[in-house]
């Protein structure tokens, strides 16, 4: 017997309950009043599905993936006669969105469904709406847009279920096989298999967008322990390298504890755009428009999305509103670099026995939607020692396999052969073989903070810049020592 949380308007709250009552295999647990009401009920294990609609008052994303965590499948019902309402459910993270006036027989089987599609980590799984109704997951060729968009908008996007993974190939690593892969870490999807055209806004971009088919972009996220390892410093230049190769890129300030990608950037940053995106995906207003209008050019290609600037405001950022924040950025970049935080603690989860914000979530989520995962560590022993650690709690993960930046490295604090004896004691402790040297250069590094620039602006020779440029080519697919700058060069514009 499947139980069934009702939080629906007056309009149709009696229509649907006569038409469930009728069907057997189900029962109406209770009717809620209000999103309150619903959520207390469903924290009471006294509900399997919940239906909502789109006016229930305060609804957002957040709600679904508490609802989800809770082993609660979430059901949008859709004014027939009113397309908004459809989007304005899918919007807010909602998988299964039907007609409120379907009858009883689709109803249950709807139910059936959205029971069966919810996933133990809080994350409602991809389902098929019944025939007849527009189905947010189907092929583009099937819907006429593509996925998580309004066919009759032009391909504008909505708010369809994402899910990670993707270039890289995500899924649960075991500690002890990222060094079995062989000698080279970089395994990602060449440059000439992700398609660069079909977005607007992508370079080479042609026709409706709604014509071509599976286009996504892909998230690159840049982790690494506490220490300050120089996270910012590589994300950022790896973004500007990116888009140096003519790629379209986003970066996006996700560190909760210390962002300062627009510091970085000599941007004058007066509202976090990060939370207003966030705040957006979370009430379900947030499309490929608004995240561009969040996230202005900076230079030839490179958008930025500015963090929030003080560690306290780290709620505006959460979880399931950050990976609706990736998904919508797929369709609007090639390439998304997240800055993360340092921290992979988990322990809201054991402190309390209810649903809590968990301070940790964005890093989180931004590591779990990861195509490619690259994790930055320092190279003295005390950064090393950090590293390693840090890789065990990746292993425990859903992540990419992480391509391991050594950054700094000089032959002071490990004596000479810097490259052979830091490779040595990442192979030993780590299994890593292969990780990825950038030469210490604080002359170039320190030009650059000064004014504001990456390294491709102001010490294009630079040590550090070449290996930053080596490591995007390889990430882009492009043969190596070839000129970065041969397809787009551009200067950040200083914004005041």
């Known amino acids: ?225 506490i220490g300050s390892p120089g996270r910012t410093t590589v994300a950022v230049n790896l973004a500007a390298e990116l888009a140096a190769l003519g790629r379209s890129v986003l970066i996006i300030d996700a ?63 959460r979880g399931p509103a950050l990976t609706r924040v990736l998904d919508v950025a797929r369709a609007l970049v090639q390439d998304i670099v997240v800055d993360c935080g340092f921290c992979l603690e988990d322990d809201e989860e054991l402190s309390y026995d209810t649903i809590a914000p968990r301070r940790n979530q964005a890093t989180l989520a931004a590591l779990e939607a990861a195509d490619e995962l690259i994790a930055v560590g320092g190279c003295d022993p005390v950064s090393l020692q950090r590293l390693v650690r840090g890789l065990q709690d990746l292993g425990s993960l859903r992540t990419p396999e992480p391509i391991v930046v050594v950054n700094r490295t000089r032959s002071g604090p490990v004596g000479h052969s810097a490259e052979r004896e830091v490779t040595a004691a990442l192979t030993r402790f780590a299994g890593v073989s292969a990780p990825f040297f950038v030469p210490d250069d604080p002359a170039a590094l320190d030009r650059a903070m000064l004014e504001g620039r990456v390294l491709a602006d102001c010490a294009p020779t630079s040590l550090s810049r070449r290996a930053v440029a080596d490591l995007a080519a390889r990430l882009a697919g492009v043969a190596t020592g070839a000129d970065p700058h041969a397809a787009r060069r551009g200067r950040l514009r200083r914004r005041r």
């Open 1 to 225: 017997m499947t139980t069934v949380l009702t939080a629906l308007g007056s309009r149709w709250d009696g229509l649907v309950v006569a038409a469930l009552d009728a069907q057997p295999g189900v029962t109406i647990a209770r009717r809620c009043a209000d999103l309150a009401d619903l959520l207390a009920t469903a924290a009471a294990g006294l509900g399997q599905v919940a239906l909502v609609d789109a006016d229930l008052r305060g609804l957002s994303l957040s709600d679904i993936a508490t609802l989800s965590a809770q082993g609660v499948g979430v059901v949008g019902l859709a004014d027939p006669s009113d397309e908004l309402t459809e989007r304005r459910l899918r919007q807010r993270g909602i998988p299964v969105v039907i007609p409120a006036d379907s009858d009883g027989p689709t109803l249950a089987a709807t139910v059936d469904a959205a029971l069966g599609a919810v996933t133990p980590d809080g994350v409602g799984a991809s389902t098929t709406a019944p025939a007849g109704w527009p189905d947010a997951n189907a092929p583009w060729g099937e819907t006429g847009a593509p996925p998580g968009t309004d066919p009759g908008g032009g391909g504008r996007a909505l708010g369809g279920s994402g899910s990670s993974g993707g270039v890289g190939g995500s899924g649960a690593v075991g500690w002890g096989g990222w060094g079995s892969q062989g000698p080279d870490p970089f395994r990602s999807t060449p440059a000439e298999t992700v398609p660069t055209s079909g977005y607007a806004g992508w370079p080479g971009s042609e026709g409706d967008p709604t014509e071509q088919g599976g286009m996504r972009g892909r998230v690159i996220a840049v982790w690494g322990p």
């Open 255 to 317: 560190d909760t504890y210390g962002g300062c990608v627009a510091q970085a950037l000599a941007v004058l940053d007066e509202a976090p755009a990060v939370a207003a995106a966030a705040r957006a995906a979370d009430q379900g207003t947030l499309d490929v428009l608004a995240l561009a209008r969040l996230a202005p050019e900076v230079s030839d290609g490179l958008r930025l999305l500015t963090g929030i600037p003080t560690a306290a405001r780290w709620p505006e950022v």
